[in-house]
């Protein structure tokens, strides 16, 4: 090829613009002029093809066994024949035998430009894929581009992506150019490039959120163990601390609430609960039941039950408006929650204490009933 040394030239450039490796390149550029090669000259399995990694100059050439007798001069060469080019060649040895068509420089020269264009296309996919999949199950920021019916157009700096409606928190709505944090569920090879599938709903979206406000919970001295969430309206997260002068809770509010409103600004004012987790499960479901006041939990490991007992003038704070609160908690700590007020609590007692009674007072009805028919059959 007379211009070979152009073609290293322009690969190196490649290379250092697009990040895409010289010698990968040139090892698709030989495979492919090997195809070429086969195709225009009915060449065998033996051919190969190599580039000059530094002039760029092209060779074809023949791998020939060697043998005492030749029967097929494709495949094979003569013993006298071989050692005419390596004076060291035995019997069994394979040989390199030059058979560079005529003109095959510009065959070479056409196959360069598309093997080029094509792995270049390719790198670019795949250099994407990886970067994205390394965002997997974390958050990116993207910039607003179009609504698309329901759906939005967001750009992710260099793919396209859609935030569908049923990843959308309700009541949202932003403006183009607008830039929001999102989280990214899956990323998928595909032959146009990576898809990637994003969410504003997603719970992880508030631990991540968390894991660039608050330096605790990225280093690891604040671990947050669940979250449970509602979006657009509350999540609840529970948290613990692995350094015991460490307040977790204080951790992640941050001095004047600096840290946790930041998060929440983020989400668009999204109202967010931390509470301390705990290994009891009473303290923590009493914990979870925040900001409401506790007065006994009695619970059931095996049944993943509770039964919580709260003030009177705390029972609808317990609960939650429409049972959010007691849903929110029941998420966070895995446990079906009964939530009753004092007073409820106290009237079933009594019920049951009144039913206790009357069963006694039949039980005894009945023994008296019993004592008194045996001593009319003794009289009798």
Request: charged share 35%.
């Amino acid at each position: 090829m007379n211009n070979g040394r152009e073609l290293i030239e322009a690969l190196n450039q490649i290379e250092k613009e697009k990040g895409i490796s010289k010698d990968i390149l040139l090892e698709a550029m030989e495979n492919s002029l090997v195809a070429a090669c086969k195709n225009e000259y009915g060449k065998a399995d033996n051919i190969r093809v190599n580039i000059d990694r530094e002039t760029g100059d092209v060779v074809v050439y023949a791998e020939k066994e060697v043998v005492e007798e030749v029967e097929d001069d494709v495949l094979e060469i003569s013993l006298a024949n071989a050692r005419l080019r390596d004076i060291k060649c035995e019997l069994g040895d394979i040989v390199h035998v030059e058979v560079t068509p005529r003109n095959f420089g510009r065959i070479a020269a056409q196959k360069a430009k598309q093997v080029v264009v094509q792995k270049i296309r390719e790198e670019e996919r795949k250099s994407l894929y990886h970067q994205y999949y390394d965002k997997e199950r974390d958050i990116v920021t993207g910039i607003v581009q179009r609504y698309m019916g329901r759906n939005i157009s967001i750009n992710l700096g260099k793919v396209d992506t859609v935030l569908p409606e049923a990843e959308q928190v309700k009541g949202e709505y932003f403006q183009p150019t607008e830039r929001i944090k999102l989280y990214v569920v899956e990323v998928k090879d595909t032959t146009k490039g990576p898809k990637i599938t994003v969410s504003r709903t997603h719970p992880e979206l508030v631990k991540r959120l968390f894991e660039y406000e608050v330096a605790e919970v990225r280093d690891g001295t604040v671990e947050i163990c669940s979250i449970s969430r509602e979006a657009g309206s509350r999540t609840k997260i529970a948290v613990r601390s692995n350094n015991p002068d460490v307040d977790p809770v204080g951790a992640c509010v941050g001095l004047n609430g600096s840290r946790v409103n930041a998060v929440v600004d983020e989400l668009r004012g999204e109202k967010i609960d931390i509470v301390n987790w705990n290994e009891d499960p009473a303290v923590f479901i009493e914990n979870a039941l925040s900001p409401a006041k506790v007065v006994s939990v009695a619970v059931d490991e095996e049944e993943k039950t509770a039964s919580v007992i709260v003030p009177d003038y705390q029972l609808s704070l317990a609960i939650g408006k429409e049972g959010q609160n007691a849903r929110l908690a029941a998420r966070l700590t895995g446990y079906k929650i009964d939530i009753k007020s004092e007073s409820q609590a106290s009237e079933e007692a009594f019920a049951e204490a009144d039913g206790m009674e009357e069963d006694i007072l039949m039980e005894a009805d009945m023994e008296e009933s019993v004592e008194m028919q045996e001593n009319q059959d003794v009289e009798e």
